[in-house]
């Protein structure tokens, strides 16, 4: 559904902004770019089992679908179909 899908990106954008900014801050201090890596890489891992499998807090507002309608009349065969003519220009 399309609010499981925006709930998905919003987790997603938020938790690699947040490790983001954590990797920034813990690479700053420690003076290892190294770090700073590590944090938004364990962040991206993060957001992807959180926001990648289909868990059940995406799927609360499933899509209507219409019903199936049945064929009233019988398909025509491709040969029974008379081809299409273009006008002469």
Known sequence: DYK?????????QGIILVSAIIGF????I??????TVYVV?????????????PWPM????PLRWLPVQEAGTEEKKPADRKPKRHPKS
């Open 41 to 53: 890489m364990a962040g991206f891992a993060l957001s992807c089992l959180l926001t990648l499998p």
């Open 4 to 12: 499981g899908q925006k709930l998905a990106e919003q987790i997603f």
């Open 25 to 28: 801050v813990c690479g700053y």
């Open 58 to 61: 995406y799927r609360r507002n």
């Open 30 to 35: 420690t003076e290892q770019f190294g770090w």
